[in-house]
């Protein structure tokens, strides 16, 4: 995954910045100086930070949310961090693009959504012994946005009808599947395949089947199957039963949050959009407008996503060194909530600040 441009004897990595919008702006310097402190804690040298037009602010500046500058910008590197961001607060006349992530995303080709989801000590959750990832097929399935080279899957033939195309081939299922296999292979060996082929017979047991042909070339992961309704209810009840969850875009998404929620709160859901060669660090959350400016905002998810970014990163090439930067920012995170500086969604009384100052000094310090 390291190139030439992003790596040399003596050099940090050089990663992307995309503040974003909303809490974006509050929680993205946070996350920034977090990675700095980590490492510098682990005594290697820090990231060469490229800062890139993005969001309202570019809307505003260069007439695109995304200017053609970011993405040739985000071609000679390898990863960045992508902050939250609303386009319902855009323009009327820009609301019904494709998000700016989701521009992104396409053009890169970012196929696979890594989405933890792990409860943490300190924090009341549902299914405190939680501990799994759901591996999310990112191009496809039944997400309008996603499933047509021109226009979108969504169309009315009469203002009374609507219809929405699901797209399922055996070329995603297939490159999902050995992502999945091969970050089970790395954790407990246990791979979910998510379906609903009493009812989605061709599309979703395309899916099915294809995975369970990935999994013949793992045989040391063991494999399941589950319908994505008696999934969640087992999510609920059992959530520590699982590993890893490979399933479709939408499935995906649902059940990614619901085990988000089970394991604390969406305000810690990290998560990671990758291909082969580059990765986007970006929370499973949004820009949260309702809160943005007031320094209230939980910035764990992104400070995850961050370490999920880094790990991915080495476990696909890069410098090995970046596995115990990113370990150094999960344990900084952990030590900070277990000590009882948290943010108010996960019941403490700390700033975003706050949270970010203790974070950044156990980063640094090492626990």
């Known amino acids: 995954m390291t190139s030439a441009a992003n790596t040399g004897a003596g050099h940090g990595p050089r990663i992307g910045v995309l503040v974003g919008d909303g809490i974006g ?18 005594g290697t040298t820090g990231p060469d930070w490229a800062r890139l037009p993005f969001g309202r602010d570019a809307l505003d500046e260069h007439g695109d949310a995304v200017p053609a500058a970011t993405i040739a910008a985000l071609e000679d590197l390898d990863m960045w961090i992508l902050g939250p961001h609303d386009s319902a607060s855009y323009p009327p006349e820009r609301r019904g693009d494709l998000t700016p992530g989701g521009r992104i995303r396409k053009h890169f080709d970012l196929y696979a959504n890594i989405r933890p989801a792990r409860a943490l000590p300190g924090v009341r959750a549902v299914s405190p012994r939680m501990d799994l990832v759901v591996v999310r097929e990112n191009t496809e399935g039944f997400y309008a946005d996603r499933n047509m080279a021109v226009g979108s899957g969504e169309f009315m033939p009469t203002p009374d009808v609507a219809l929405a ?34 009812v989605l017979r061709l599309t979703t047991g395309l899916f099915r089947d294809v995975c369970a042909d990935v999994g013949e070339r793992h045989p040391d992961v063991d494999v399941t199957y589950e319908h994505v309704d008696a999934l969640a209810a087992k999510l609920v009840r059992h959530g520590e039963d699982f590993d890893v969850i490979v399933a479709e875009n939408m499935f995906g998404d649902i059940l990614s949050d619901l ?41 764990t998810a992104l400070i995850l996503s961050a370490a999920a970014m880094l790990d991915h990163a080495a476990a696909t090439g890069g410098p090995s060194h970046l596995t115990r930067v990113a370990d150094r920012i999960r344990g900084a995170v952990e030590h900070t909530v277990a000590s009882g500086v948290a943010t108010a969604d996960i019941g403490g009384q700390a700033s975003t600040s706050e949270f970010v100052e203790t974070v950044t000094a156990h980063a640094m310090r090492g626990v």
């Open 25 to 42: 702006r509050e929680i993205v310097p946070g996350v920034v100086r977090i990675v700095d402190a980590a490492f510098e804690g682990v």
């Open 165 to 198: 195309v699901g797209v399922f081939t055996r070329r995603a299922a297939e490159r999902i599947a050995e992502s999945a296999f091969a970050l089970a292979e790395q954790r407990r060996r246990r791979v979910t395949v998510v379906h609903k082929t009493n």
């Open 259 to 299: 085990a988000g929620e089970l394991s604390g709160s969406l305000g810690m859901a990290a998560s990671i959009n990758a291909s082969a060669e580059k990765v986007m660090a970006q929370a499973a959350h949004g820009a949260a407008p309702d809160i943005a400016g007031r320094n209230r905002a939980n910035p």
